[in-house]
Structure formats: structure tokens, C-alpha cells
């Protein structure tokens, strides 16, 4: 009977010890894309990372929401993902610096290979496009990418804003914004976020011709949330 007594005692014991060291460990660790490769190449961003469990809230009510952007996205990865988390959205975010429409188009395939592409997607790309062989090209990239997302899917692209530099002319982002305004146009699903605009606007403070001081990186941070919840969040379905 005393052995009884003890054996049971001994497993109530090692079931309370083993539900203490499952609760402390985390039941749904963020997993890195294993897909992601950089080569060694300094411009890249870290890993992109799965969705958080979210409790639904806020405009983005726990909604996932996926960024793909070039080095611009990379400097305000931060502080981009706390923000929209603070919304309520889920985010995963692929960038990398220096890369164009067509790294964008391989990253929703590797997306969609390892997670799915969610409901909703922000495109802040075409900076590094500006060394175009031509127009068409371009043109047709930008397409191409839309295309690959769908109609169904929500799209918000982010527009271009630089100074004159090596790679980027006033006259080739006016061409750049207009087209991607064109595009848009035609495509219900997709919105554009007119950054140009707002940063001139603002005269936000640059830190080469194709970068922006903190100033320009939290306001474009707060601009892409702030429009997202506009454009997708809960107050903009119908009731």
C-alpha cells in the first residue's frame, strides 16, 4: 500500500514538473525561412520570420500581412514590425538592399512555398529599378509581380521619393510614380501610398540620395500602417 501510495505521488509529482518546464517554453517559436539565402552579402535583412500567434485587435485584427522591400525597408524593419504588430497586424517581412522588382516576384514564390502568401502584401520596391535596360521592362515587372499575387489579394505599393543620384533622377521617379498610378488604376485590389508626396511635403532629412534620416523612416513607418489600416484594416469593411 505504502508503495502504492508513493509511485503515486512520484508521477503526480514528475507530470507538475514536466507542465512547469512546457509552460516556460515558448509552444510556437518564430522558425527563419530555411529558403533564405544572402550569400554573405552585407545588404541583406536577417532571416524572414513565421507569424506570431496573434489575439485579434486593433484595425488589423490579427490579419497576417506580407513586406517584401529593398534597403529602405531594411533600415526601418524594425521598428515597421513593432508598429504594425501594435495595429494588430501579423507581419513577415522579406528585403534586402539593392534588389529589384524581379527579387520581389522570387520572394513570393519562396513565400508561398513555406507559408503561403496571406490576404494582404505591401511592395516597397523599385528604387534599384531605377538602372532600367528600358521603360518596358520595368513596366512589365511591375505587372508581372501584381499578377503573381492576384486579384483577390490586398496590395499596397509603396511610391518612390530620392534625390538626384547615380541611380535615381527626379525625371525617372516621376515616371516610376505615375505608371505605378496607372497601373493601380486598373487593378481594384491594389493601392498606392503616394510617399513622394508626404516626404516632400515634410522635407524629410536624407542620409545619401536614396536614404532617409530616422525622421523619413518614422514617418514613412507610420504612413504605411496608417494607410494599411485605412485601405484594409476592420474599419474599412463593411458592416
Known amino acids: 500500500m505504502k508503495n502504492s501510495s508513493l509511485r503515486l505521488v512520484l508521477v ?3 507530470w507538475a514538473l514536466f507542465s512547469l518546464v512546457f509552460a516556460a517554453t515558448p509552444a510556437l517559436a518564430a522558425q ?3 529558403r533564405w539565402r544572402t550569400g554573405g552579402d552585407p545588404r541583406a ?6 507569424y506570431d500567434p496573434m489575439v485579434a485587435r486593433g484595425p488589423g485584427q490579427g490579419e497576417k500581412v506580407l513586406v517584401i522591400g529593398d534597403s529602405v525597408t531594411r533600415d526601418s524593419r524594425s521598428m515597421l514590425t513593432k508598429a504594425l504588430k501594435s495595429a494588430g497586424w501579423n507581419p513577415v517581412i522579406r528585403c534586402f538592399g539593392g534588389k529589384r522588382i524581379n527579387w520581389g516576384i522570387s520572394q513570393l514564390r519562396d513565400q508561398r512555398a513555406w507559408e503561403g502568401i496571406p490576404k494582404t502584401v505591401v511592395i516597397a520596391l523599385g ?3 531605377m538602372r532600367w535596360v528600358d521603360r518596358s521592362t520595368t513596366k ?8 503573381r499575387i492576384g486579384p483577390t489579394r490586398n496590395v499596397l505599393w509603396v511610391n518612390l521619393y530620392g534625390r538626384n543620384g547615380d ?3 527626379k ?5 516610376f510614380n505615375k505608371t505605378i498610378e496607372k497601373i493601380a488604376s486598373n487593378r481594384p485590389n491594389v493601392h498606392v501610398l503616394p510617399w513622394d508626396r508626404y516626404a516632400e511635403t515634410a522635407k524629410i532629412p536624407m542620409s545619401s540620395p536614396l536614404h532617409y534620416a530616422r525622421k523619413g523612416l518614422v514617418l514613412r513607418t507610420k504612413l504605411t500602417v496608417g494607410y494599411l489600416n485605412t485601405a484594409f484594416g476592420v474599419d474599412s469593411q463593411p458592416r
Open 45 to 50: 535583412c536577417q532571416a524572414p520570420l513565421s
Open 12 to 14: 503526480a509529482l514528475f
Open 32 to 34: 527563419a525561412d530555411p
Open 167 to 169: 541611380r535615381f533622377s
Open 127 to 129: 528604387t534599384n529599378d
Open 140 to 147: 512589365a515587372r511591375i505587372n508581372k509581380i501584381l499578377n
Open 171 to 175: 525625371s525617372k521617379q516621376k515616371w
